[in-house]
């Protein structure tokens, strides 16, 4: 029956191959035993072949699915297309990112600077999770937020122009991981802390972690109109020093609550030096670790009637207000806990224990009767609240050694990647009972589904993502890639369909959303400021173009069109201070140009209509050509100019500033791209 299947199948593309475009001269001997000639050369199977053939996208075409990964260490994110998982964008997030000028003088300075934490500037970032905005639990595509793992930093990502708007250090806490989780429709972006540290990050000997080492949940407002998170409006709940983990937010059901794992419950506070046990078997001790359930609705009313304490600004409801007021749960959850999860209808949350064989199904109803019964099995050393934890879950799905993280199909199936295993294992929420294994690269670590964490998901494609891909890839050193492995979920049986190296990090989670959800600009309006979503007040159009100066400040008003910049001679004084306004007068589609100014680290990306801002002082005297860096024309190379500094003393001037010619664009001797 199979291969019956799969012989159709190849029979069928075949057949639209050969009607599609005319064969090469080689190929006129039937397609058939030309592929079956090809397979057998290249040491295919036939399902070798029907993997390609699901995810091949033609030339000329595009893939169904976005996929936006973590990049990890690298502090960007990665926008891949499903199912061909070609890479489209390396989205520069927490890290310049010369390509797109991020980072190298124009508006996104601000971005990345508003991201400091500290004294110390941070130009890199442990991204974990990006978490795509959400409208009645579902993805809308407008934004995307990720966290910074290592600095305790959440980031904005525009899907308008798939940019980076805004950076937001979080002054309480030093690491962060259940993030960037989002409320149903978007009204918080959640960031939980990871290791606990006294908040507002001061100094305290860690002898008296007990009592002074917290945990925090975050609550970034979020302000959609503005696609900003609402400093002033956000605020946080104190958590006890349990090191939480991953969260997620309730949905339809579960609306109004967030959950969180933690380990390390017994507060183990190291000391190998000193002869203590490491903080990994101080923390294996107990047999449960904690849940956190908590009442955002709740802490949001205590936060709205002034019930809180500000520390470094932000308004913290206090661990012993969470616990007295109902606002903070905790529920024993097998040891080493790693992913929780909430089901698509919101009524049940799935937690994978690295350390133990199970799934453990919680369900909400239960939660919300034990907790508004008051039904307690007693408080823990912070008075909060613990509930039972056989009361607490519907059952325990038998999955294999170290599930850690579960998404969802639109068939009522889960997938939990077992990562000691390195297997996703695909099970029944029905009767928690595991369908099928499929075995995927070492050490699979996070799951993701098509639009997996929405109220509806797709199914269709999975994604394994492993931490090593040893025997798979051409050797590149001892820094191995990371591995995508992309399934197909929509049969009875999971198939693998292909592997996909990142050669940037290591990419923790992702989300995939349908392709036509995006309503990403194809080209900005003239002279806007990205990061105003305004025409600029210094956008300058054609014949605007002037050199301004004011004492030792210079202010050049250029444009950039094919093939040439106005002015394309600069001269100044050592020691000006030069404020450039460059517009890109650019309408036309993927009509990119680029602007340096060489050694003195400016690098702009200048796509269509874009209006840049840079300040600099021009402190190095000598000539340094400016030019494009994009191949924008036939005419590229000549897309140059001269940044020419006077030194001090210096009394001639060859162009004094003011007499820049505006050359009408027409003028260009460049046809358009096309
Ligand atoms: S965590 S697998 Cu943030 Cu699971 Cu990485
Ligand atoms: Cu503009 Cu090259």
Redesign the pocket.
């Known amino acids: 029956m199979k291969s019956f299947v799969i012989r159709g199948l190849l029979g069928v593309s075949l057949l639209a191959l050969a009607c599609s475009k005319p064969a090469p001269p080689q190929q006129t001997i039937g397609a058939s035993k030309s592929v079956k000639e090809l397979m057998a050369a290249r040491g295919l199977t036939e399902a070798d072949v029907e993997a390609a053939l699901r995810t091949y996208v033609p030339t000329g075409k595009s893939d169904d699915y976005m996929i936006f990964a973590?990049g990890g260490q690298s502090g960007q994110v990665l926008a891949i297309g499903a199912p061909s998982m070609r890479l489209l964008k390396v989205i520069g997030v927490f890290t310049p990112e010369p390509w797109q000028g991020y980072g190298y003088g124009g508006g996104s300075n601000a971005v990345i600077e508003g991201g400091n934490q500290g004294t110390h500037k941070i130009t890199w970032a442990d991204v974990?999770?990006p978490n795509l905005s959400e409208t009645k639990g579902d993805y809308d595509g407008e934004f995307l937020f990720v966290n910074d793992?290592a600095n305790a930093r959440v980031a904005v990502v525009d899907l308008k122009d798939f940019t980076t708007k805004q950076i937001v250090p979080n002054p309480l806490v030093s690491s962060d991981?259940g993030g960037a989780f989002v409320t149903p429709n978007t009204d918080y972006v959640i960031e939980t802390s990871q290791y606990p540290a006294p908040l507002g990050r001061e100094y305290v000997p860690i002898d008296q972690y007990k009592d002074k080492y917290r945990g925090l949940a975050m609550f970034w407002k979020f302000d959609r109109a503005k696609g900003r998170i609402d400093v002033a409006n956000s605020w946080a709940v104190e958590l006890p020093p349990y090191t939480q983990d991953?969260a997620d937010a309730g949905k339809l059901d579960s609306d109004g609550f967030v959950f969180i794992n933690s380990f390390n419950t017994e507060m183990a506070i190291g000391g190998t030096l000193e002869g203590k046990p490491p903080i990994e078997s101080g923390a294996s001790q107990g047999d449960m670790d904690y849940l956190h359930v908590i009442d955002w609705k709740k802490a949001e009313k205590l936060v709205a009637e002034g019930k809180t304490s500000t520390i470094k600004g932000i308004r913290v409801v206090s661990l012993d207000t969470a616990g007295k007021e109902g606002v903070l749960h905790l529920i024993g959850e097998p040891k080493s806990p790693?992913?929780v999860d909430v089901t698509p209808d919101g009524k049940e949350i799935v937690v994978g224990g690295k350390l133990d064989t199970h799934a453990t199904v919680f369900n909400f109803e239960k939660i919300k009767k034990l907790i508004d019964g008051k039904q307690y099995d007693g408080k823990d050393s912070y008075g909060v609240p613990i509930l039972n934890f056989q009361a607490s879950i519907r059952g325990q799905a038998e999955i294999g050694l170290g599930p850690?993280?579960t998404v969802y199909d639109n068939k009522g199936f889960a997938y939990t990647?077992v990562f000691i295993e390195s297997v996703v294992a695909k099970w029944s929420l029905k009767d928690l009972k595991v369908i099928e294994k499929m075995p995927v690269h070492y050490n699979i670590?996070?799951i993701l589904a098509a639009e997996g964490d929405t109220v509806s998901p797709d199914g269709k494609y999975v994604v394994a993502?492993n931490?090593m891909s040893m025997d798979r890839f051409t050797n590149v050193g001892p820094l191995y890639p990371q591995n995508f492995q992309l399934l197909d979920v929509d049969g009875e049986k999971m198939r693998m369909l292909v592997d996909m190296p990142i050669g940037i990090g290591?990419p923790?989670?992702s989300q995939m959303i349908k392709v036509d959800k995006l309503k990403t600009t194809k080209v900005y309006k003239m002279g806007e400021n990205v990061y105003t979503g305004q025409k600029d007040p210094s956008a300058t159009l054609a014949g605007q173009e002037k050199i301004v100066r004011n004492g030792t400040t210079v202010d050049v008003y250029m444009t950039a069109i094919r093939s040439h910049f106005t002015p394309d001679r600069i001269e100044v004084d050592e020691g000006d201070t030069v404020n450039l306004h460059i517009t890109s007068l650019e309408q036309s589609e993927d009509q990119t140009h680029g602007f340096t100014i060489n050694m003195y680290n400016i690098d702009l990306s200048l796509e269509p209509g874009k209006h840049e801002n840079v300040t600099f002082v021009a402190d190095m005297a000598g000539v340094y050509p400016m030019y494009c860096t994009e191949f924008c024309s036939a005419l590229h190379l000549e897309m140059a100019g001269y940044f020419l500094v006077k030194p001090k003393g210096t009394t001639t001037t060859a162009a004094p500033a003011g007499s820049a010619s505006a050359v009408p664009a027409a003028a260009s001797a460049a046809p358009p791209k096309k």
């Open positions: 973590s974990h999770h793992k991981h991953l790693h992913g850690l993280h990647s670590g996070h993502m931490k290591e923790h989670y």
